[in-house]
Nanobody, 121 residues
Framework: QVQLVESGGGLVQAGGSLRLSCAAS????????MGWYRQAPGKERELVAG???????NYADPVKGRFTISRDNAKKTVYLQMNSLKPEDTAVYYC???????????????WGQGTQVTVSS
């Protein structure tokens, strides 16, 4: 069993900052890519930032220069530092990770439960 648990969401004024964390736990042999997505009301889920193992970070255009993704492989945790937040950043933020379990042959994508980020104007 694998779990991803997010934390760090909340209510912040425009221009403020938040740091999201997502910790993976359970039957984990290896983690490949990790990333963050978000879903605003009435909209589809969209990629915010991704970070493959050993690869370069990638960001959605609306967050470039404001958000930074990082990971601590020893802690099996991915972070999203969000600065200069705007009301349009309001959404539920989800982390995901490609994980291979002990005894498994393939990487599967797992999702966290989501954390609400609300930016007031």
């Amino acid at each position: 069993q694998v779990q991803l648990v997010e934390s760090g969401g909340g209510l912040v004024q425009a221009g403020g900052s938040l740091r999201l964390s997502c910790a993976a736990s359970g039957n984990i042999f290896s983690i490949n890519g990790m990333g963050w997505y978000r879903q605003a009301p009435g909209k589809e889920r969209e990629l915010v930032a991704g970070m493959p193992t050993g690869g370069s970070r990638n960001y959605a255009d609306p967050v470039k220069g404001r958000f930074t993704i990082s990971r601590d492989n020893a802690k099996k945790t991915v972070y999203l530092q969000m600065n200069s937040l705007k009301p349009e950043d309001t959404a539920v933020y989800y982390c995901n990770a490609a994980i291979k379990s002990y005894g498994g042959s393939y990487y599967y994508t797992y999702w966290g439960q989501g954390t609400q980020v609300t930016v007031s104007s």
